[in-house]
């Protein structure tokens, strides 16, 4: 049996022509970054200094809207998106107001540990309060975190903003 690659390989070998050309297209691309007009696929974001903008429809971080006037929730307590959800991950509890007979929202958790961002509980909203947002940024050091509480929910995460 012939050995593999022949005079062709050993020579191959011998002069380290797959280690050069790997030095050559090193090369290449670092004095392509050092020039002015850099290639177009070559970049690195600047994350967390520089925020990457996301897509259009991209769902993010759960929120809860309020009336920007009175300051009020708009959930009117229905249990729709709890319903919608196909985890199980929303718990909406509510009391009856003794005067209008309207169901008050009392408390509001949202698992975003379990959460796939479907959307479904968003679309089940009947007043557009749940809203699934642009924000990414979700993580938490401890899993208690990743259970958010209707006031996190109304006032939104709170990262830490780090610059450089
Ligand atoms: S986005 Fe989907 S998985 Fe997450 S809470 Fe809404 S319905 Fe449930
Ligand atoms: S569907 Fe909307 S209004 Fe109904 S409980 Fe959920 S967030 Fe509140």
Redesign the pocket.
Known sequence: MAESGGIGGFLKKIFLVDFLEGMRLTLKYDLAMAMPGKPKDLYTEQYPKDRPPVAERY?GA?RLNINPDSGETLCIGCDL?AL???????VVTTERDEKTRRKVLTTFT?D?S?????????D?CPVDC?E?TQDFELASYTREGTIWDRQMLEEGPRPTRYTH
């Not at 919608?84 to 929303?90: Q, T």
């Not at 959460?115 to 968003?122: A, K, Q, R, S, V």
């Open positions: 769902r759960p998106c919608a959800c196909p985890e199980h991950l929303i949202y975003i379990r959460c796939m961002f479907c959307g479904l509980c968003e089940a749940l699934l």
